[in-house]
């Protein structure tokens, strides 16, 4: 059985929450970065991982 959890993904320039995302909490322990297109910036910006 996997132990992939839903995570959410928040832009860092205007805030919102734009990806969820899925992430297996035993093998990665940090917090997830990824480079996504922000529809309200129209840019690609990091977005970042952050509670529910």
Request: glycine fraction near 0%.
């Amino acid at each position: 059985m996997s132990q992939d959890f839903l995570i959410k993904l928040q832009c860092t320039k205007c805030k919102r929450i734009n990806y969820w995302s899925r992430k297996n909490k035993r093998k990665v322990e940090r917090k997830i970065e990824l480079k996504k297109f922000c529809r309200w910036e129209r840019v690609n910006t990091i977005h970042k991982e952050v509670k529910k």
